[in-house]
């Protein structure tokens, strides 16, 4: 596993310069008539990260807000689906799901990303890899109790790692290290969907990225 992370951490691009174009993040704002920015939901498996992100984009989409969903699941079929779950992989995972949801951001788009993403380091990276480029990063805990999780086990997952089935899973055998500091907390054990979303869409609308 350790030689996978320093594969990961190797940089191989040489000789390759950043090449700007003449269209702006400002204007295409104005084009779309908001701000792009990253939603980031955190949280145990079966917290209701996945189930908020669907109901948000429906509500933006109503509201002719341009909006994108990255799933955990989805993106470990495709761009990730060579990773596992290793610490290594782990953070390699959400190191490129932040590059990715950079270049949604530029675009203008509202990026709905519902990833586990346990480790409180790699979170923060995004943060900054979004900060230092000027752009907009709203980390929302989505806090459930491990026995709320279990209960629900959509997936049947929690079963499998309770019996060694899965190994490496957060929050049987891998820890979930919660924000300390999050710009939303919701407590999706003792909040409706409904009120979850409402919750985020007065976020956006507080800080003016989309309109009232």
Known sequence: MAESGKQHNTVK???VHWH???????????LLGHKGCTIWLTGLSGSGKSTIAV??????????????RLDGDNVRM??????GFSADDRKENIRRIGEVCK???DCGVIVLSSFVSPYAADRNKVRKLHEDSG??????????????????????LYKKARSGEIKNFTGIDDPYESPINP???????????????????K??????????
């Open 135 to 156: 752009m907009i990063f709203i980390e929302v805990h989505v806090d459930c109790s491990l026995q709320k999780a279990e209960e629900r086990d959509p997936k049947g």
């Open 203 to 212: 976020y956006l609308e507080l800080k003016k990225l989309i309109k009232e």
């Open 55 to 68: 109901e948000l984009e429906k509500v933006l989409i109503e509201r002719k807000v341009l909006s994108y």
């Open 78 to 83: 495709g761009i990730n689906k060579n990773l």
């Open 183 to 201: 710009d939303l907390h919701l407590h999706s054990d003792k909040l409706s969907v409904q009120d979850e979303v409402d919750m985020i869409m």
């Open 20 to 30: 700007s174009g003449e269209v702006t993040r400002g204007q295409r704002a104005n």
């Open 13 to 15: 691009s040489t000789n």
């Open 103 to 105: 270049l949604f951001v």
